[in-house]
C-alpha cells in the first residue's frame, strides 16, 4: 500500500519524523511537500496534492499535517471521494478508519503529541474497513448525496 504524506510548515517537523518511522516499519511513503520549510506556505496544495494521489491510485491512503488539523481536513474534504478525518489518539484513529473507511487521516502536532501522533497513524494504518452493511450504508448516502 502506497502512503502519501503532506504538510504545511505546521506539520513539517511532524511530517519527517512520521516519513522515517513509516519507512522503518516498510510503507511505501511518497512524499508531496513541504519539502523544505516555509513559514508562509498555505495547506490547500498540499491537501490537493494527496487527496488527488489517494482518488487516483488503488490501494493508497494519504496523511495530512498542519498545526490544528482543521485547514488540511477542510481542503481535503473538498475532493469528493476523500474521507479526510483529524485524530488525537489511537482510538479515534482506528474508529475512523473503522467505522468510516476513512482514506486520508488529519494529524494535528499543536495540540497532539508528536508521540501520539505517530501511535495514531500506526493504528489507523493497522486498521481495515469493518465493511458492516451499516457503515457501508452510511457512505453510500454520501456519495449519493454529494457525489
Sequence with gaps: ????????????????????????????????????????????????????????EDDSLGILMCKSGQGMAIAANRIGGIRAAIAWNEEVAAHARRDDDVNVLVLAPLYTKQEDCIKAADAWLATEFSKSPKYQHRLDQIEQLYG
Design 1 to 56: 500500500m502506497k502512503i502519501y504524506l503532506g504538510a504545511d510548515h505546521g506539520g513539517y517537523e511532524l511530517k519527517k519524523v512520521l516519513k522515517e518511522h513509516l519507512a522503518q516499519a516498510g510503507h511505501d511513503i511518497e512524499d508531496l511537500g513541504a519539502h523544505t520549510y516555509d513559514p508562509l506556505d498555505n495547506y490547500p496544495q498540499y491537501a490537493f496534492a494527496v487527496a488527488s494521489k489517494v482518488l487516483g
